[in-house]
């Protein structure tokens, strides 16, 4: 089979549906895509929530919790322990299938009744303040993490403790303000760091401890812009840039992006033994084709953020999947299709928020169950016979294989994990074919803006901890902890000016602007080569792989 050339029916930008691709869609009895893939992972995303925390009311029993499901979500909520009770039954929304109408229909129909569990996340401590967390213990406003301890406005992290503003980061102590660092402990205003301590304002450095302000650094100690000091002069002349002030420190962060941008050598991708696959921010794989933020999988294409995945395709967040496709966070799964927020489902199609069921099609909120379509129970027989009277239905009508309606999505596109990494107006995300969700503020008497805080946390009382900020860019107001204080007193770091969801999209913005592929040369063989720096980052020095293992290793 020869690759086919398509158009995007989104962006209309050309895109190739390669041979591997014709055989993969091929095998799961799959039509080829009208999406681009960026447009597919956008499409996906954006039911992934990254909404604003909220305080409500369980539908069920009334009980206080707090959610990102935004108030616009047409089905109830319930308390997580309430949904996975027994003190309801999914099955008491089934319907029949009505042949006269669309299948997805009648499924965006039932998801808009069924109740939803308010939170993902299990085997949590004093989590409440969380979403998407796991074995976890006194993590407040964070998300997508697995056994933190102490952990503070962090999204994708995993194996930290006693952390404040980390993203995209495993196994930091003690760090502040670090984005795609693994290892290190003490590590401040940091980016793509591994095993490094007692140091600030580091890139792509390797092994370090007590350095400042540098880049490409490996084994190094006592070092500041690159250079070396005695032990004695480094820490006179830290002393100097008087890290305590929110002045200086926003000013050494310019500096230093700058040092980024001109100086620092930056390897064509970040993929770390991946054999035979392409894309970026790959570890451990083998044969994956266009993926970005997947780890230890195999045989997988067009992937968007996964980890132990084999043989899926046209996913995000697939955690642990084998043989899946159009799936957004379907977790531990093996041969599904267009599935999202679903664990530990097997042989099933359009799903949303089911566990543990096995042969299902078109059902919501099912836990531990057989042969059911639209929540309604089946004998296996009677399932099989009914499945492929709708599949040929779907067929006929140009459904199968459509990942589920935007209009299905729990929250707007703004609210989304898609408009983190693929940022869009209001007026492109509409035209798109996603929602909007319109967010209001709460109004408090007791506020003060945040360009109004202290320059230093010396200069700061315990009232802070009584007081609502007002974010001047985005007009959210937040607050500092009693906890998060004792944390910047104790590491001399200034309060922060803005929101905490604000910081994390603006440190992440970077990895938005390293996921499509950019045809260029290496700065110093001058070969051609295909690395992911966006034209934005005014990067001046990418090269190729061999002259960044001369240059830098």
Known sequence: MEQENKKCSKCENDFAVEADDLAFYEKLDLPLPKMCPICRWKHLLAFWVFGRFRITKSAL??????????????????????????????????????????????????????PHPHQVGVKNTNCDWTDDTFESKDAYLTRSAIRLEFVSYGYRVIDCKNSIDITYSFNLERCYDCLFCFKSYNLKYSFNCRDCMDSYLLYDCRNCQDCFMSWNLRNQKYCILNQQYSKEDYFRKIEEYNLASRASVEALKKEFWQHIQQDAVHRQNYNVQAVQSSGNYLTNDKNCFQNYFLEESENCRYCFRGYQSKETIDSVGAFQDEKCALCAQDQLAYNNLCNFYTTSCRYSAYLDVCEETENCFGCVGLRKKKYCILNKQYTKEEYESLVEK??????????????WPLSAAYCGYNLSLAHTQFPMSETEALKFGAKWDKTSELQYDNIISGNSLPDTIDQVSDEITKQRILCPETKLSYNITKDELQFYREHKIPLPQRHFDWRTLERFKPFSLMVIPQKGSCHFCKKEIEHYYSPELAFQKIACLECYQREVA
Do not use: C, H
Request: charged content about 25%; hydrophobic content about 35%.
């Open 61 to 114: 029993s009334g009980k206080t919790i707090i959610t990102v499901i935004p108030e616009s979500a047409a089905f109830p909520i319930y308390d997580r322990t309430e949904f996975v009770s027994d003190a309801w039954d999914p099955l008491m929304y089934g319907r029949d299938y009505n042949p006269q109408r669309p299948f997805i229909e009648q499924l965006v129909e039932l998801q808009s009744v069924v």
């Open 390 to 403: 709708i599949k040929s239905d779907m067929k006929n009508r140009g459904e199968w294989g459509k990942p």
